[in-house]
């Protein structure tokens, strides 16, 4: 008997549908496909484990199914195999295209993965590793271009400003309480200040996110993970000694952010880029409340069109 080749195997994908459920679809592929992705860091490239979601439109309504295994060696044959680039991307998207010309006028890729980043103490100068999530995605219509985007996540400390401002007066009432019948002199405040008694009320602070995607030529996450946690500047820490704790302390109190805070001091550090290096832009802030059961979120953007 001859071996079977694939002409000679049976392909239901080139049967039409027949029933009164033929329509178009706007998405159809496959997502979480398993991959090593190449993130060049210097003369070398790191192979960080990362999932990739691969799609297109189907805009045949009576066409069985789109060609999954031709978007899969795609993805496999260029992201597996060179350092993650924009010109990568785009390459896959328009490969996307060519095999699918027939079936859609959608394309859309996407792969997220975590970058390993070493982050400095605040006081102590010790060093620790942190992961950062980040998204990187690519998408085109038939006739147009390739729109690319990264997004980036970075998890940082915001201290209520109502809060604050409640405690402080507790504090105050408190001070005026204890001193109102008594001579005292700068020592005696100065020690009070540093005594459970003196200091009776703080402010509640939660852990927070900070979401950035942005299209833009500067593919490097660590770019826009700098440029987050220079405008909140209290990103969650790795080693902590005690002088860096008391630092983290006084970033916080100096730093008092509602999530709208947040979100405007972002945006202020997104718009002084130029336009060159940045084209559109979508953010969100959410602040895991400790006070309430749900999040504080706030939003902002900024489209191609804009100004």
Known sequence: ????????????????????????????????IELPLL????????????????????????????????????????????????????????????SHAELSDQYFLAAEFSIPLQRESLKSGMKGWRTYPVKVSAQKAAKGEVRSSIEVTVTYSSTCPMSAALSRQLIQENFKKSFAQKEFDLKDVYDWLGTSEGVIATPHAQRSFAKLKVWSPQLDPVFWIDLIERALPTPVQTVVKREDEQEFALRNGQNLMFCEDAARRLRAALRELPESVLQGFEGEVRHAESLHPHDAVARFSKSFESN
């Open 39 to 98: 993130w060049p860091v210097g003369s070398y490239s790191l192979a960080l484990p990362a999932k990739v979601d691969a799609g297109v439109s189907l805009i045949q309504p009576e066409a069985k199914g789109i060609h999954m295994s031709r978007l899969y060696r795609e993805v496999q044959t260029q992201m597996g195999n060179s350092p993650l680039s924009w010109e990568q991307l785009n390459s896959v998207v328009e490969e996307f295209q060519k």
């Open 1 to 32: 008997m001859m071996p079977r080749t694939e002409s000679h195997l049976a392909d239901v994908s080139k049967e039409k549908v027949q029933t009164q459920h033929a329509q178009a679809l706007d998405w159809v592929g496959m997502s979480g």
